[in-house]
């Protein structure tokens, strides 16, 4: 066929029409100028903002993984609200991600592997999402708007991931920039907690600390660092478990050079951790850390891991070494919890709560405790008891079927990755995926102290390891044969 005869694309149609691009040049400069003198700054920043969501959106809609990653990020960046306008909402334009990416991927279906929702992980996933959908019908249930807030992160953003990692054709290389976004991510945070405590904090964290978040915060006169996360719980649970992703990665690597990088990264983590004060996050590696070594399968591994950790151990239970310094005897006081007067205290809640859920077997509602319950229902009884665990949370607002239904959910997902990675051939998966699923139970441990497990960035975080672990034979080499 002639050159002439095919069909010419509008780019180049107008390729050769200059007058075209300057006339509508022209007109959005006028458009912008008049904004911007109309709304002033924010029209300035509308100006900016609304082609670079534009372009953010249209770059989604063509590749999902681009969006997952811009959900990541997100995750990150909402603990930043402090320094926002109270009446803007980011927790709402990452839902918007979340939904935009989950339409990218239909839009693009013909690329993506739905087979993968057959997966056992997707379907203990709707199992756990269908009883959440039931619990909206709770009679106990004071206001039905309440539930989304708290579903969302219970299971609504659990099973859109899922249906995005899960069917998208990730790569290694997708993985690999995954990790290092999670560890870079968490470096700066490190960074930002040592500014707030030996550089001082700005004026939107000490006009959060003075509507109240100064209770929590400030401790016999000491800042517990948050970072720019959510609280400082939030804050030393991501760092103490970045921490172990670093300490099993250190193990796992060959290259001294890598091993010097991550031996650094991971003390200046531990420290993060140790400034942020919150005991509990200690866990995150006493629990992580033995997963590792039990799932390695390996007797020289087990012994050289137990060589390391017994000395540490012992110094924080039968000594005194470093109590001059108020961090290290912060973190010594978690592992002698009978002592603590705050433990107690969470211990005679615990009680009110049994005597008040004793004949609600599906719990209070979703929605009433925490957050959404001080916002919708102030006066309920839930929402005037501190959670102070993800898995009472669970329990005031599921009740003790559905805490016992998201125990066995989580410990699921976590005997069908470990059966997974051993029936793995290819060391890079293995070393990745031991590194993640460790991680998540050593999360899923100090969730018992935190309700860390549903905040932002690490149920972002933990909702896409438990599917690339779960799944991991998708990256998997065969067994070399004799």
Not at 8 to 25: C, H, M, N, Y
Not at 31 to 58: F, Q, S, Y
Not at 264 to 277: D, E, P, Q, Y
């Amino acid at each position: 066929m002639h050159q002439l005869d095919q069909p010419i694309s509008l780019a180049e149609q107008w390729r050769d029409k200059p007058w075209f691009l300057t006339v509508v040049g022209v007109l959005l400069a006028m458009l912008a100028g008049w904004v911007i003198g109309a709304w002033g700054i924010l029209g300035a920043l509308a100006t900016i903002g609304i082609p670079v969501a534009l372009a953010v959106g249209i770059s989604v809609l063509l590749e999902p993984r681009i969006g997952l990653y811009i959900y990541l990020h997100l995750s990150f960046l909402i603990g930043f609200t402090r320094f926002l306008p109270p009446n803007l909402s980011p927790g709402t334009a990452l839902d918007a991600v979340l939904v935009l990416t989950l339409l990218s991927t239909f839009l693009n279906g013909k690329r993506m592997n739905w087979k993968r929702l057959r997966e056992p992980i997707f379907w203990l996933i709707i199992v756990w999402f269908s009883f959440n959908i039931l619990e909206y019908f709770n009679p106990e249930h004071p206001h039905p708007a309440a539930w989304f807030y708290h579903a969302r992160s219970f299971s609504i953003s659990w099973f859109i991931v899922a249906i995005i990692v899960l069917v998208n054709p990730i790569t290694k290389s997708n993985i690999l920039l995954f990790c290092v976004t999670w560890i870079v991510w968490s470096f700066l945070g490190a960074l930002w907690g040592f500014k707030q405590q030996y550089i001082g904090l700005e004026s939107a964290e000490l006009r959060w600390l003075a509507e109240g978040a100064d209770r929590q915060h400030i401790l016999w006169g000491q800042l517990r660092s948050f970072s720019f996360y959510s609280d400082a719980g939030q804050f030393g649970s991501e760092m103490a478990g970045v921490t172990l992703l670093c300490i099993i990665f250190f193990f796992e690597t060959k290259s001294w050079l890598l091993k010097a990088i991550l031996a650094f990264v991971a003390v200046i983590l531990f420290w993060g951790f140790a400034l942020s004060g919150t005991r509990g996050a200690l866990f995150v590696i006493i629990g992580g850390y033995p997963a590792y070594l039990f799932l390695k399968r390996n007797p020289v591994h087990i012994l050289r891991g137990v060589a390391i950790a017994i000395p540490v151990l012992a110094i924080l239970m039968f000594t005194h070494i470093g109590d001059s310094n108020y961090q290290i005897y912060r973190i010594r006081t978690a592992l002698r919890p009978t002592q603590d007067a705050s433990f107690q205290v969470r211990l005679d809640n615990q009680q009110k709560l049994r005597n008040y859920l004793k004949d609600k077997p599906f719990g209070a509602g979703i929605g009433t405790s925490s957050g959404a319950g001080q916002r919708f229902s102030p006066n309920h009884f839930a929402s005037q008891i501190p959670t102070d665990s993800w898995y009472v949370q669970i329990w005031i607002e599921t009740g003790i079927v559905g805490l016992t239904l998201y125990l066995i959910y989580l410990a699921s997902i976590i005997l069908l990755g470990t059966y997974k990675i051993w029936q793995l051939n290819d060391p890079w998966t293995i070393s990745i995926m031991l590194a993640l699923l460790a991680e998540f139970i050593g999360i899923c441990v100090v969730s018992y102290t935190n309700p860390i497990l549903g905040q932002y960035p690490t149920s972002t975080l933990l909702f896409i390891t438990s599917v690339l672990f779960s799944t991991c034979e998708r990256w998997d080499t065969q067994k070399q044969t004799a």
